[in-house]
């Protein structure tokens, strides 16, 4: 009697360590911050981090829509589209491109290649400047690519590239500035001190609403932030940090506060490809604003006798 009782027993007491360890690995995966359950969105929960390939791949897929089609595959050379033309254009990101663009196909293979690309595209062009027929406008062409560019940033909210050019292609080619700042601040919230999209927004300011102290606001934070992310960097993003001073010194120049210009272009001297030109523009201000020499003349004066 007693013996029949004993796998009984047995199998009550595994259900109910089961059961007290599932309870327990519950509680810890709920508090786990790596925890799916604590996302809400659900195209995040279903694919997980495969989305950022996702996403990549839209993004890519929107360059190709703006080529209208004629783009290079994974068999083809890519040295001219390694930085996609719609980024590169806009002017948020450095370029990378080299080599010819037109010719990434090469020469055809033989008589069977060369009959087959009569069947696509086959001609360089861009959506906005009319697309592979001519009768395409700005806007019409541009609004191919959004639906691309927005689903790309919904599955990685992180890529600041997706806000910053959509916002470009927003206010400059189809007259939306208020949408594109809005989707500007909405990338803001998702990646907080990103200087890429302060920058931005301040572009908005100063190129749509001529609001200068709203931009020289933004691209003093832009800067800010740019310090903090990018200067102990080996290879730090230059190609930002001289957009960013460079229109802070002729923000400056223009309202007439020239000692503040000098001082940007000096940082934006420090890292620019060419250096003369822009002591070329430091000399053609001192020379317009005299007092600006011998303001700097008594400054160095001064450190002398500190020393």
């Known amino acids: 009697m007693r013996a029949s009782r004993i796998p009984g027993l047995s199998l009550a007491a595994l259900l109910v360590l089961c059961f007290g360890t599932a309870a ?6 709920q508090n786990w911050p790596g925890s799916r359950t604590q996302k809400t969105d659900a195209l995040a ?16 897929k929107a360059d190709a829509y703006f080529h209208s089609g004629y783009y290079p595959t994974i068999f083809d050379n890519n ?6 033309h ?13 080599g010819d663009e037109n010719a990434f196909m090469g020469r055809p293979l033989d008589w069977i290649d060369s009959f087959g690309r009569e069947f696509v595209p086959s001609r ?7 697309g592979p027929t001519g009768d395409l406008g700005e806007s019409s062409g541009v609004r191919e690519i959004l639906p691309w560019l927005e689903l790309s940033a919904d599955l990685n909210p992180n890529d600041v590239r997706t806000y910053t050019v959509t916002a470009y292609w927003l206010r400059q080619r189809m007259g939306k500035a ?18 890429e999209i302060l920058f931005e927004l301040g572009r908005v300011r100063a190129e749509n609403y001529h609001d200068s102290a709203r931009a020289r606001n933004l691209w003093e934070a832009a800067l800010q932030n740019w310090r903090k992310q990018e200067s102990g960097k080996p290879e730090p993003d230059k190609f930002l940090f001289i957009q960013i001073t460079s ?6 120049e223009r309202d007439g506060h020239y000692p503040q210009a000098l001082a940007y272009m000096e940082m934006w ?9 822009v002591q070329k523009q430091m000399d053609e201000l001192r020379q317009e604003h005299p007092s600006l020499s011998a303001k700097a003349s008594a400054s160095t004066q001064k450190e002398g006798k500190l020393q």
Not at 178 to 195: H, I, W
Not at 247 to 252: D, G, M, S
């Open 124 to 130: 360089h062009t861009h959506l906005d400047q009319g």
């Open 247 to 252: 229109r802070l010194a002729k923000l400056e």
């Open 178 to 195: 208020y949408e594109a700042e809005q989707f500007l601040r909405q990338g803001l919230d998702a990646n907080p001190g990103s200087y």
């Open 45 to 60: 929960v279903i694919l997980g981090e495969s989305r950022r390939l996702f996403a990549n791949s839209f993004f890519v």
């Open 269 to 277: 001297k420090s890292m620019s490809p060419t250096p003369d030109a």
């Open 79 to 84: 040295e001219a589209f390694k930085t996609p």
């Open 86 to 98: 719609m980024a590169e254009d806009s002017g948020t990101v450095a370029g990378h491109n080299q």
């Open 24 to 29: 327990s690995l519950d509680v810890w995966f």
